[in-house]
């Protein structure tokens, strides 16, 4: 018998309070993709467009529980990983990750914020790097984060590759190294290698900064896995989708960050 229930998306990430990134950036994405939107909160920030103020990372049971919660009772497609502040919570997700076994996993290793804030714990490095990493179907990670993944610097073309494939040894078949932190002229290369396909996605460089792009990327690639993409295609229309938001993008408080415009780049508008 078929399942009648819908696909759905499942986020693990941090709230933020100013409603531009994190846990709301990505259901913003999953309902401008069509797909249902589940939630686990793994940290509340106290943030806004000028900065993150406060972090506070829940008590881990509760977040086993909002987990259980999800993977109990929908048919969950794919899983989006964001911020995970600590050992202990990236340990509890990997736990249900390899309990529940999800089709996809799409990891982004979030560690500083845009406005340099460091949301990750030191001791959690190497729990993001072999626990969640080996787990994750594709990891798209921006230049600061993959060299801290990968101990390397990367300041131009050829580094980023070697940075792929060090990423991809650790055990993620997929990786999408994001190209906005480097500079290659007017335009932003966004590098994806499986192993099997490799491409190189380019996009006019705006002259604007983002608030909440890479969740909004790393969650849409999560949609567009639960609407039956192959993983080339997901990502390539991810990126697509990131600079139609970004070119519909506003200012809603009193920083220069913008904040994504994801209904009107809503990726319904052009299937």
């Given at each position: 018998?078929?399942?009648?229930?819908?696909?759905?998306?499942?986020?693990i990430?941090?709230?933020?309070?100013?409603?531009?990134?994190?846990?709301?950036?990505?259901?913003?994405?999953?309902?401008?993709?069509?797909?249902?939107?589940?939630s686990?909160?793994?940290?509340?920030?106290?943030?806004?467009?000028?900065?993150?103020?406060?972090?506070?990372?829940?008590?881990?049971?509760?977040?086993?529980?909002?987990?259980?919660?999800?993977?109990?009772?929908?048919?969950?497609?794919?899983?989006?990983?964001?911020?995970?502040?600590?050992?202990?919570?990236?340990?509890?997700?990997?736990?249900?990750l390899?309990?529940h076994?999800p089709?996809?996993?799409?990891?982004?290793?979030?560690?500083?914020?845009?406005?340099?804030?460091k949301?990750?714990?030191?001791?959690?490095?190497?729990?993001?790097?072999?626990r969640?990493?080996?787990?994750a179907?594709?990891?798209?990670?921006?230049?600061?984060?993959?060299e801290?993944?990968?101990?390397?610097?990367?300041?131009?073309?050829?580094?980023?590759?070697?940075a792929?494939?060090?990423?991809?040894?650790?055990?993620?078949?997929?990786?999408?190294?994001?190209?906005?932190?480097?500079?290659?002229?007017?335009c932003?290369?966004?590098?994806?290698?499986?192993?099997?396909?490799?491409?190189?996605?380019?996009?006019?460089?705006?002259?604007?900064?983002?608030h909440?792009?890479?969740?909004?990327?790393?969650?849409?690639?999560?949609?567009?896995?639960?609407?039956?993409?192959?993983?080339?295609?997901?990502?390539?229309?991810?990126?697509?989708?990131?600079?139609?938001?970004?070119?519909?993008?506003?200012?809603?408080?009193?920083?220069?960050?913008?904040?994504?415009?994801?209904?009107?780049?809503?990726?319904?508008?052009?299937?």
């Amino acid at each position: 018998m078929n399942d009648p229930r819908p696909v759905s998306a499942l986020t693990i990430a941090g709230s933020d309070s100013g409603g531009g990134a994190g846990i709301q950036a990505d259901l913003k994405t999953f309902a401008a993709h069509g797909v249902h939107g589940l939630s686990a909160i793994a940290a509340l920030t106290a943030q806004h467009t000028r900065g993150v103020t406060a972090v506070h990372v829940p008590e881990i049971g509760f977040l086993r529980a909002q987990l259980d919660a999800c993977f109990e009772d929908f048919r969950i497609g794919a899983v989006k990983i964001g911020m995970l502040a600590s050992a202990g919570v990236i340990d509890a997700v990997a736990d249900a990750l390899e309990r529940h076994r999800p089709p996809f996993v799409v990891l982004d290793p979030v560690m500083v914020a845009t406005s340099g804030a460091k949301l990750l714990q030191d001791d959690a490095l190497h729990a993001l790097r072999t626990r969640l990493v080996p787990l994750a179907s594709i990891i798209t990670p921006n230049i600061p984060e993959a060299e801290l993944l990968t101990g390397m610097r990367i300041l131009d073309a050829a580094a980023a590759d070697r940075a792929i494939l060090s990423l991809r040894r650790m055990g993620s078949p997929a990786v999408l190294l994001k190209g906005g932190h480097l500079d290659e002229g007017e335009c932003v290369i966004d590098r994806y290698d499986d192993g099997h396909a490799d491409a190189t996605f380019m996009h006019d460089r705006l002259p604007v900064e983002g608030h909440g792009t890479g969740c909004t990327l790393a969650s849409a690639i999560a949609a567009n896995l639960c609407r039956g993409m192959a993983m080339p295609a997901a990502v390539e229309a991810a990126t697509d989708y990131i600079e139609r938001a970004l070119r519909g993008g506003y200012r809603p408080g009193r920083g220069d960050v913008v904040v994504l415009d994801h209904f009107g780049a809503s990726a319904l508008r052009t299937a």
